[in-house]
């Protein structure tokens, strides 16, 4: 697969993110440096998202140590980085047309919470027509109860989603199909 002009979208990958409870795919962070180290290897453009919360006391409130960059999947001074304030990435955010401007339309996005920011962004991204990607094995979700208070699963609910990105917004693949052989 030719990824020459696809930019890696990584969404809120921040230290506050490991208190959020019991979650699925314990190596996305494993997998999401791969794709990093790929994509800086390649000279290909990286988008780095940011949670900044408008709520007092939240791990994510600006200048909180939630709301810094996970060490290792920080970004480089020359990468983009976007804040955001709500679930998705586009929403008064200027991403869409940083993207533009660039020429760029073809986006593969990994990160965390699937069922929330990475969903959230992907539909809309789909909706905007970029072409997509989610590397399902490079992102995760949490557990949580459904309406009716009953547990699911993160492996459950991230399953769902994907299965709801995957052909309408998006093609789910894998980190190792993206990955240099």
């Not at 804040?83 to 990435?89: I, L, M, P, S, Y």
């Not at 959230?120 to 970029?130: E, M, Q």
């Amino acid at each position: 697969m030719n990824l020459q002009n696809h930019a890696l979208i990584i969404i809120d990958m921040q230290k506050g993110m490991s208190a959020a409870g019991p979650r699925n795919n314990p190596q996305a962070e494993d997998r999401i440096a791969a794709l990093l180290r790929a994509w800086r290897s390649a000279g290909r453009p990286v988008v780095h998202v940011r949670h900044l919360s408008r709520s007092v006391g939240s791990p994510f409130w600006p200048g909180q140590p939630g709301a810094e960059f996970q060490d290792r999947l920080a970004p480089l001074p020359h990468e983009h980085v976007v804040d955001k304030h709500v679930t998705d990435a586009f929403v008064h955010s200027g991403l869409e047309h940083w993207l533009h401007q660039r020429g760029i339309r073809n986006l593969v996005f990994c990160g965390v919470s699937t069922t929330m920011s990475v969903e959230a962004s992907v539909r809309t991204a789909g909706c905007l027509g970029f072409d997509c990607r989610v590397v399902a094995d490079a992102c995760y979700c949490y557990d949580r109860p459904d309406l009716d208070g009953r547990p699911r699963s993160a492996e459950d609910l991230q399953r769902v989603a994907l299965a709801n990105l995957h052909g309408e917004y998006a093609q789910v693949c894998s980190a190792e199909e993206l990955l240099p052989g």
